[in-house]
């Protein structure tokens, strides 16, 4: 079982729609990560969380620390939002960076 | 200020030829990062640097791979000598500190092996 596990793998949604990635960790973390990459572009911090919840525009990114859990949420999705979201935890024993497997999705117009 | 820079953007070499990467991270940034990233997949750790210490090298093929940070600030990384299925986009990443900061990635350097 991978330590950072994120849903859905793939999404694709119309244009307007509240978008939710999902992230789950199974180890003791010092702080999450959710990055995001266009496709042949470069890797983008988008949040580091170590709890609650912080909002950037139309992204926000929640963290239940408790239940080992984190999610994206994107209001009012735009073709532009299309990207591979990647969720990494530092793991608070080594900090160590595990990153998930990533969350491509396809915003269509 | 200056993001994390990388240099070359572009590298082709022939294979059994040498390489190196060049990463100048974010000043102040103690934490820097080496990563590997094949089409279509996610990064994959070469190493980590805290400061002029390598922590985590763990996933470098020391064969082939080297790097270093001498002076705990830019950074070299060299493949000699290059294979086929070394082909690749090496990154570079840089944050305040391994525990929580904030990461911050260069452009990449995308190597062809002929």
């Known amino acids: 079982k991978n330590e950072v596990e994120q849903s859905p793998q793939n999404l694709t949604a119309q244009e307007g729609e509240f978008i939710t990635i999902n992230c789950s960790y199974s180890?003791?973390?010092?702080?999450l990560h959710w990055l995001q990459q266009h496709p042949g572009g470069g890797i983008v911090s988008l949040f580091m969380?170590?709890?609650?919840?912080k909002k950037h525009g139309r992204l926000i990114a929640t963290i239940n620390i408790q239940e080992k859990h984190s999610s994206l949420h994107i209001t009012a999705s735009h073709p532009r939002d299309s990207a591979v979201y990647i969720c990494a935890v530092i793991q608070d024993s080594n900090y160590q960076l595990i990153w998930g497997a990533g969350t491509k999705l396809i915003i269509k117009p | 200020e200056a993001g994390v820079v990388q240099s070359p953007r572009y590298k082709i070499i022939e294979k059994k030829q040498p390489v190196a990467f060049w990463c100048n991270p974010i000043s102040g940034h103690n934490t820097l990062y080496w990563y590997l990233q094949n089409l279509g997949q996610g990064p994959e750790l070469l190493i980590r640097?805290?400061?002029?210490?390598?922590?985590?090298d763990s996933q470098l093929p020391k064969d082939r791979f080297s790097a270093e940070r001498l002076k705990g600030v830019d950074s070299t990384l060299k493949i000699q000598p290059a294979e086929l299925g070394d082909s690749a986009v090496y990154l570079c990443?840089?944050?305040?500190?391994?525990?929580?900061?904030?990461?911050?990635f260069g452009e990449g350097s995308r190597l062809t092996v002929l």
């Open positions: 640097y805290e400061n002029e210490e390598a922590v985590d």
């Open positions: 180890v003791g973390i010092s702080a």
């Open positions: 990443a840089s944050s305040f500190n391994d525990r929580d900061g904030e990461l911050f």
């Open positions: 969380l170590s709890s609650g919840k």
